[in-house]
């Protein structure tokens, strides 16, 4: 299974292939859509691959390193986290996280973040973490409030911003 951390409820490992279904159904759903709309996967077969390049990546410790998040208590695979690079700025990194819709408001992601951000302070040479979110995502920015990460400010013009209405900058020294 190959884990990486774990949390009080959450057991965070690198992928393998029979988590492409999961994978492709947590991002499927309309909260992930409407918030994530270019980081959702056309098919099964494109979140395997997905699923195959995030766990090389994860084997050789790089960039992206985007990691599964599986329930103690059943092993069912309810999101994703990760972090990436933040192009020309070494020592900071960019993450991200994910809950399937049936396990959001439980304190799932907050939870998840928590260790996430913890684990890249041990393990990567990363000293600042930024967090953005689509203007109006509330829910994922109350994750990162939660988290103890501070808003910085509002980046318009982003080329992954869907609406044009900034992304919300925040961050976390570590």
């Known amino acids: 299974m190959e884990r990486l951390f774990e949390t009080e409820r959450l057991i965070v490992r690198k992928f393998r292939d029979a988590d492409a279904r999961a994978l492709y159904e947590n991002h499927l759903d309309d909260e992930v859509r409407k918030w994530f709309p270019n980081e959702c996967y056309a098919d099964v077969e494109e979140a395997l691959e997905a699923v195959r390049f995030y766990a090389g990546c994860a084997e050789g410790g790089r960039l992206p390193f985007v990691v599964g998040a599986e329930l103690k208590a059943t092993g069912e695979l309810i999101g994703d986290t990760g ?38 302070a041990a393990r990567f040479e990363i000293s600042v973490i930024h967090g953005r979110v689509v203007n109006g995502n509330t829910a994922s920015q109350k994750v990162l409030e939660k988290n103890a990460y501070q808003f910085l400010r509002t980046q318009f013009g982003a080329p992954d911003d869907p609406y044009g209405n900034g992304m919300l900058v925040y961050q976390k020294k570590l």
């Open 83 to 120: 972090i990436s690079e933040v192009d020309g700025r070494p020592g900071e990194a960019e993450v991200g996280y994910c809950i399937g819709q049936k396990h959001r408001r439980k304190g799932y992601a907050a939870e998840l973040l928590d260790g996430m951000t913890a684990y890249t």
